[in-house]
């Protein structure tokens, strides 16, 4: 997004548009997703049972609570004779000392048990909540990294990342609200109850807001969820941003581009905070209305039972019960329709996680795919053919026969299709036609992971993870001996410029390995490649962005490498395929010639032009810029300081 098309075009684009039944639908659909949370609840139900009995016992404390208070009230600052439970508790003609300590006492001890069974109820309820979030976020991780090169080509690294690590958190705080409301409703049942039996018209009273609340429960969900949704996308937006911005971070700054990377960011920022502050007034206007209500009712109750006690109906005691209880109930009735609110908002984001887990992948194992062991080696492609989406014939009708232990090398123009090829032999695609087969069995027949066990790959880029050189090396062969990492790092010609390292081969390398150069980098991927030892190799440019001398190094290096192994050689410099076994020439997604470097020579065609373009003696021209602007002033180019 550029800076001028900023907050227009993002309200432009996530406006509000109508509202109606196609929203009310969108706010329900989040509410069906609630069953998907049962396989992450089902590992912790014995602590569920915990947590529900200790959400009921503390509901019965809370019960329990203001009725020491009456007591007191009523028979001890009133002396009034003792009636059930206290009578049969203390008899006739209790002492008022005994009442009053007895009832202080309990009222102590229930609430100090109502706490501590809360403050245990909220331990287990975070060690479940935290699990059941790291349980959903394993399944995504393990999940986004099955997904094809498809999905993740069209995707925002920033929403994925969201998704994974902050959205799905949701899971958790979706359950752990759960005893709170299931609390709060028992304690409703109990009290509306008890405020039957002391006085039925008040309770009777207290209940006009409930229609109030469910139609803000409604209109909540027509109203504010589809702007939940829209925040969420902007903020991914703006995630997004600073993820590219930190990746491409030397692009950034090489060309000077800081000022308009911050007023990217900041306007993406801005439009994100304006409709989040739309959200949090609407948010905030909804939980006014409900707390009005809540008022409104408190009030009513408060005059209707302060006349109930002037006429004798009831005592001033078990009017402080009721009100005490009244409010009791509204509390909790408030504490759902805010916590429906919050439901809501973790709703769109755990909804969002399960949009992830729902994405089915492109390139997919077969439920009876076959395992491996190692390969032969042979590798043919039969009449494949592919296109990325939006595009047409990215491949089209290739044919090939790779023999064990063969070295072909694929040249071909920029955008020829000559890594859309490896990445097919890979599996990161399907082709949409044709097949590609290991010693004569369809890739797609086999299990992913034997397949790629099979291959080892050596890109352009040498990428790093962050880490020791050590870790890397040892990533082609997770667990591998110390001797063998130092063994294939000499067999890449690493070995030499890693010891002279301050660290040796426990030096840190930071993320992507920007503190070694191109070819050491590049060193390193091969002695990973080494270590993998796998029967098929593809090698993709390797040597196209570092120095003739490391070239040579590395070169090298990956002739040891290739030996005994068949492999791919994809490649702009032909002089480093010169002695391929086979050569295929990629041209618009099609091969156009094939054979050894001497017979294509011969054939004269697009290899031989291919050829001749990178060993033609380049001319130097018969004048410079600067002769040639002293030729046009009429002067010669001894006048402008130049030699004779």
């Known amino acids: 997004m550029s800076p001028g098309m900023g907050p227009v075009r993002m309200r432009s684009r996530f406006g509000r548009g109508p509202r109606g039944k196609d929203q009310d639908q969108g706010a329900w659909e989040l509410w069906k997703a609630l069953p998907r949370i049962k396989p992450y609840l089902r590992p912790y139900r014995k602590r569920l049972y915990v947590i529900v009995g200790l959400t009921v016992a503390a509901a019965v404390f809370g019960l329990a609570e203001p009725w020491p208070l009456a007591v007191i009230l009523n028979n001890v600052l009133h002396e009034t004779e003792p009636t059930g439970i206290v009578r049969d508790i203390f008899g006739p003609d209790p002492t008022v000392w005994v009442v009053l300590v007895s009832m202080v006492t309990a009222r102590f001890l229930l609430i100090v048990f109502g706490n501590g069974f809360t403050v245990l109820n909220h331990f287990l309820g975070a060690k479940t909540e935290q699990n059941m979030v790291l349980d959903l976020r394993s399944d995504l991780f393990a999940h986004a990294q099955r997904l094809s090169f498809t999905f993740h080509d069209r995707r925002q690294t920033g929403a994925l990342m969201s998704q994974i690590n902050l959205q799905a958190s949701a899971i958790g705080t979706i359950v752990m609200v759960i005893p709170p409301i299931a609390e709060a409703l028992l304690t409703l049942i109990g009290m509306l109850v008890i405020s039957l039996l002391i006085d039925w018209q008040i309770a009777l009273i207290a209940l006009i807001i409930l229609p109030f609340l469910f139609f803000s429960f409604n209109l909540y969900g027509r109203r504010i969820v589809p702007r939940l949704q829209r925040v969420q996308k902007l903020e991914w937006d703006s995630l997004s941003i600073v993820n590219e911005a930190m990746t491409m971070l030397r692009v950034i700054v090489s060309f000077g581009r800081e000022e308009h990377e911050y007023k990217r960011f900041r306007e993406q920022g801005q439009t994100a905070v304006d409709e989040r502050v739309k959200l949090t007034v609407s948010q905030s206007l909804y939980t006014l209305g409900v707390q009005t209500a809540s008022a409104l009712g408190i009030s009513i109750v408060m005059g209707l039972g302060a006349w109930h006690v002037i006429q004798g109906k009831i005592t001033i005691g078990e009017l402080i019960v009721l009100i005490t209880y009244i409010t009791s109930v509204y509390q909790p009735l408030e504490q759902i329709s805010t916590t429906v609110g919050t439901i809501h908002e973790q709703l769109v984001q755990f909804h969002s996680s399960l949009k992830l887990l729902d994405t089915e992948p492109v390139v997919k194992e077969k439920p009876d795919a076959l395992e491996i062991e190692r390969a032969r080696g042979r590798v043919t492609a039969r009449q494949v053919s592919f296109a990325y989406p939006g595009r047409r014939r990215t491949l089209e009708d290739i044919s090939f026969d790779a023999l064990p232990g063969e070295r072909v090398a694929i040249v071909g123009k920029t955008g020829a299709g000559k890594s859309t090829l490896m990445s097919l032999l890979v599996r990161f695609y399907d082709p949409s036609r044709g097949r590609i087969e290991i010693d004569g069995v369809d890739l797609r027949d086999l299990k992913l992971q034997s397949l790629r066990e099979q291959i080892s790959l050596v890109l352009q880029e040498p990428l790093m993870f962050s880490g020791t050189i050590r870790d890397n090396i040892a990533y082609g062969k997770l667990g591998a001996s110390e001797e063998e990492i130092v063994s294939a790092a000499r067999a890449a010609n690493a070995d030499d410029f890693v010891r002279n390292l ?106 031989r032009g291919l050829h001749d373009a990178q060993t033609r003696e380049r001319r130097r021209p018969a004048r410079g810029p600067r002769e040639l602007v002293a030729a046009d002033a009429g002067i010669t180019w001894t006048q402008v300081g130049g030699a004779a």
């Open 502 to 607: 301050p660290d040796g081969y426990d030096t840190e390398l930071g993320e992507r390995g920007a503190q070694l150069s191109g070819g050491e980098r590049q060193r390193l991927c091969v002695a990973r490649a080494f270590l993998k030892d796998a029967p098929i190799l593809i090698l993709d440019e390797p040597t196209s962005s570092i120095d003739s001398k490391t070239e040579a190094v590395v070169l090298d290096s990956l002739d040891t490498l290739m030996e005994g192994r068949t492999s791919f050689v994809i490649a702009h410099r032909l002089s480093t395929v010169r002695h391929a076994d086979q050569i295929l020439v990629v041209d618009a997604g099609r091969v156009v010639e094939r054979g050894t470097h001497e017979e294509l020579l011969a054939a004269g065609g697009a290899y």
